[in-house]
Each structure stands twice: as structure tokens, then as C-alpha cells.
């Protein structure tokens, strides 16, 4: 018998590049003596994952005081500030690092333009690790914005340059930047917006846009998946956000043809597959009704 439901899994689902090179590295890291790899805060933001990984002897920690000499510290792919990595290197704590390439390559933007004198600008999120690290590269007057509101504050600047946090908004960056090329006499921008969280941003939209719910899978603390949520509430489908199958609830699909699952980067395969299979079988249940 044909489903009443039908699934349509976006084709940007799961792991990024950057998360997959780093949960990779986590595994190479895993061969220290002891066994135990270190992670300054979470190394990526969907707490069943973490709690796995704990389990399997990756502990996060809040501080280096919390490691002893001779421990291995992987870096998350958002990247860290280059005193904590000195400051790990003195108390010979071994380094893996996992930061993401894309977002390396804004920390050696945001390096060259103190060579060049241009003050540093980022427009993103300032509590977003990925920012915080790439600030700690671009010296002590680095400016942080992310809104059009606190670019059009912003002071005459004859010489800056600008990087954009890899999650950020193309269509809100573009914005800010007209306005802050009005105020800047030579301003040099880097487009440093990841391609692969823009295409997954744009599949979500399309997908949204033909079903008649959709289904978003991650760390509620992601930023990006809370971005993809915010994403499909403002088409006007029919969204929930759930970080595991548990918290899917089969009244959500009551009178609902066409289901639409998207995921934030840091979702792994294994929440993907039980969330498939748990509506799989909302999907056979109402096909029986």
C-alpha cells in the first residue's frame, strides 16, 4: 500500500566538510597514551553527539588548568585564539588541529591586514566561538558587527578590511557591507561565507517551500540549525525542531502529505537514521488508518 506520507530528506544533510575533518582528527587524536582526548568547550554543537564522544573518552574541559602535561588537545573547527595554543604548547600539551579550513583562511585574512594597516572588521556574531577566534588573530582593535544598525554607527575609516563568520547571512552581509563601504575610503572585503552552508541554506528553502511540514534535526545551542528553523518559519510552513527522534511527536502529522527533513552541519548520520526511521514509521502508521 502507497504512503500517505511522503519523506523528502534534503540533500544537505549532515556533517559538513569542516565537522567531518574534525570528528576525523578526533579519531587520529584518540591515540594518546591514555586514551583521553581534550576539547576546549564542546568540539561541535549537538549535545547527543558530545555525549557520545564522551563516553568514548573525549572530555571537554573549560580551561587548560584542566589538563595535564602531556594531554592532547584537539581544537574545535571553530577555532581558538593563538595565545591558548602558546599558552598549551609551554605546558607541553599536544595540539590536533581540527579547525576548520574555511575558517582558517579568515584568520589569515584578518592577519594580513594588520600587515597592511587596515583595521580588522567581522561581521558576525561576537559570542560565536568562530568570531572569538578569528578576532584573536586580528589584534587588539578589531571590530565586531552584526547588524546594519552597527555598521551605519561605525566612525570614517580611511583603510579596512572585512571577513564574514562562515555561517553568516549572505543577504544580511551584503547589506551591511554597502553600508559600510560608504563610510570606509579603501575597504578590501573577503567573501569568507561558507559555500556548502549556503547550499544547504538554499536546499532548505526549496524544500520548505513543497511540503507541508518540515523537520529540522540538530543541537538546539547550533547556531546554524537554529538559522535553518528561523528559515522555514519564515516561508509560513509548519516547522519543528527536534535534536533527537524521542522528541518527535506523531500528532505533528496529522492531516500532513509531504514531511521535508533538513539538518544543522554538526548533526551526525546516526541522529539522522533514527530520526528517518522513527518517521518511517509515523508514515506507515497513518497509512493504515
Known amino acids: 500500500m502507497k504512503r500517505r506520507i511522503e519523506i523528502i530528506r534534503s540533500p544537505h544533510a549532515g556533517y559538513c566538510f569542516g565537522v567531518k575533518r574534525a570528528m576525523r582528527l578526533i579519531g587520529q587524536g584518540s591515540g594518546s597514551p591514555d586514551g583521553i582526548v581534550y576539547t576546549l568547550g564542546d568540539v561541535i554543537h549537538n549535545p547527543p553527539e558530545v555525549a557520545r564522544l564522551r563516553a568514548k573518552g573525549v572530555r571537554p574541559v573549560s580551561s587548560l588548568d584542566e589538563m595535564p602535561a602531556g594531554a592532547t588537545l584537539v581544537l574545535r573547527a571553530h577555532g581558538v585564539h593563538p595565545d591558548l595554543v602558546r599558552d598549551a604548547e609551554r605546558r607541553g600539551i599536544r595540539i590536533v588541529d581540527a579547525t576548520c579550513p574555511f575558517v582558517q583562511r579568515s584568520q589569515q585574512f584578518v592577519r594580513k591586514f594588520q600587515d597592511e594597516s587596515r583595521r580588522a572588521i567581522i561581521i558576525g556574531d561576537r559570542g560565536h566561538p568562530e568570531v572569538r577566534s578569528i578576532a584573536g ?76 511540514l518540515m523537520l529540522v534535526v540538530g543541537g538546539r545551542n547550533s547556531s546554524n540549525t537554529n538559522g535553518l528553523y528561523q528559515l522555514c518559519v519564515a516561508v509560513g510552513v509548519l516547522t519543528k525542531f527536534v535534536e533527537t527522534a524521542d522528541e518527535i511527536d506523531p500528532a505533528w502529522f496529522k492531516g500532513v502529505r509531504r514531511i521535508g527533513l533538513t539538518t544543522g552541519t554538526s548533526t551526525p548520520d546516526w541522529i539522522i537514521d533514527e530520526v528517518t526511521a522513527k518517521l518511517d514509521d509515523v508514515a506507515c502508521d497513518r497509512t493504515e488508518e
Open 137 to 212: 588573530h586580528a589584534g587588539a582593535d578589531v571590530i565586531i558587527m552584526k547588524t546594519i544598525e552597527e555598521a551605519e554607527t561605525l566612525e570614517p575609516l580611511e583603510r579596512a578590511g572585512i571577513v564574514i563568520q562562515t555561517t553568516f547571512s549572505r543577504p544580511e552581509a551584503e547589506r551591511i557591507i554597502q553600508v559600510l563601504e560608504r563610510t570606509i575610503g579603501d575597504a578590501r572585503v573577503h567573501d569568507t561565507i561558507c559555500q556548502a552552508t549556503e547550499a544547504r541554506r538554499d536546499a532548505t528553502l526549496e524544500l520548505a517551500r513543497r511540503v507541508d
